[in-house]
């Protein structure tokens, strides 16, 4: 009986072989450069990419209403996300996140102060955090890591395909936005923004929205780059807070400065008046 069953499990697996064969066979993909997509922790290549984000299915309410079936896992899906990036980011410690335009390239003056601020943060004892992404969000990685500090990129899945930069000690790519951003905020004490489009201004007004309505404390948000924020700045003095939409107090939640040094400064003058 065992020699008929050991038979048995041979053919099983000559047969298991055979199709593998076969549909790799069937399947192959010619030599060219691989495209790929992480979405989460998974990593897909080739025929296996899929054309949409997790984002994207699920805000989508057109076609059936199959989505309704399959919540209940998303929510466990978010869930986790949450849990991931709370246990890699509970020990930190203090922590700065800094923003700024993904196209920004290495021979950029931003740049090299992207460089230098991360470095300076380093140095005065905080890790950074960024999106994990290139141009700003490199620099300030690179800055930290080269001067022997934590650096931390908190990636998110795209349309486009936008890998982890290699200045990046820990990291972590989510599927959700949202649970990204709380991320972001919960494990900060203050924000740098360089100049940026419209990722950078999302997280900017977010972090000042919170500010404002008392939801978090003793957070400074540096605006880096006078030439660049002043503008926005003046509109919402001379038409937010004009038509009465803010108040006056508001429109100091923001700090400038073009000096790295001096924004560190700000981070730790913050830091003392509100836990010191």
Known sequence: MRAKFSSMDDTRRDHEQESAEAYAATHAT???????????PVR?????VRESTTDQRLLDNRGDTDWLHTDPWRVLRIQSEFVEGFGMLAELGRAITVFGSARTRPGDPFYRKAVELGALLSDSGYAVITGGGPGIMEAANRGCS?????????????????KMNDYVDLGMVFRYFFARKTCFLKYSIGYVGFPGGYGTLDEIFEAVTMIQTGKITSFPLVLFGTDYWAPML??????VLAEG???????????????PEEAVSIVR????????
Do not use: C, N
């Open 269 to 276: 003058a913050a830091e003392e008046e509100g836990f010191g």
């Open 234 to 239: 003046e509109w919402i003095r001379d038409s």
């Open 146 to 162: 080269e001067a022997g500090g934590t650096s931390v990129g908190l990636g998110i899945e795209l349309p486009f395909e936008q």
């Open 245 to 259: 939409k803010i108040s006056p107090p508001d429109v100091d939640l923001f700090q400038l400065t073009d000096d």
């Open 44 to 48: 897909r290549r080739r025929h296996l």
């Open 30 to 40: 010619p030599e060219v450069g691989p495209e790929e997509r992480i979405e989460g």
